[in-house]
């Protein structure tokens, strides 16, 4: 699988995601800090990436910042991205399951090594559901007028 990874800074598990990620045999597109000469603001690098899932160059990302919160607005902006932001397992395996979650917002702050393993292990594990509330969830959601 081609996943894009952005973060706005190599603190905390930045760049043991793009390691963890190439571990389980994905190949990486970097944007932000973790790809030197880019702009490396939670904004544009979360767009970026972001914008590699929604134009096609990617099948998924992880889009990183201190809180992960910026980095999930950011790529939500993004038509076709269902970004979430996820600080657990349990989150994450939901996001995937009920939303079809196609991008992972992290937090560098509050994401340790282990619990980076636990998220992305319930993340690539979970697939999109295919109960009929669900889908029209998802359905509904490009539905929902911008403004």
């Not at 952005?6 to 930045?14: F, N, R």
């Not at 790529?75 to 600080?87: D, E």
């Amino acid at each position: 699988m081609r996943i894009s990874v952005s973060a706005d800074s190599l603190d905390g598990v930045a760049e043991k995601v793009v390691a963890e990620l190439r571990r389980r045999g994905h190949e990486v597109v970097t944007h932000g800090a973790l790809n030197p000469g880019e702009r490396d603001d939670w904004a544009w690098a979360s767009e970026a990436a972001a914008r590699d899932v929604g134009e096609g160059r990617a099948d998924q990302a992880v889009v990183c910042c201190w809180t992960g919160t910026g980095a999930a607005i950011a790529a939500n902006k993004v038509t076709g991205v269902r970004a979430a932001l996820c600080g657990d397992a349990y989150t994450a395996t939901g996001a995937r399951t009920w939303n079809d979650a196609n991008v992972l917002a992290l937090s560098l702050r509050l994401t340790s090594e282990v619990v980076l393993a636990e998220i992305l292990d319930a993340w690539f594990t979970a697939g999109p559901s295919d109960d009929e509330t669900d889908l029209a969830n998802i359905a509904h959601l490009s539905e929902i007028p911008r403004p």
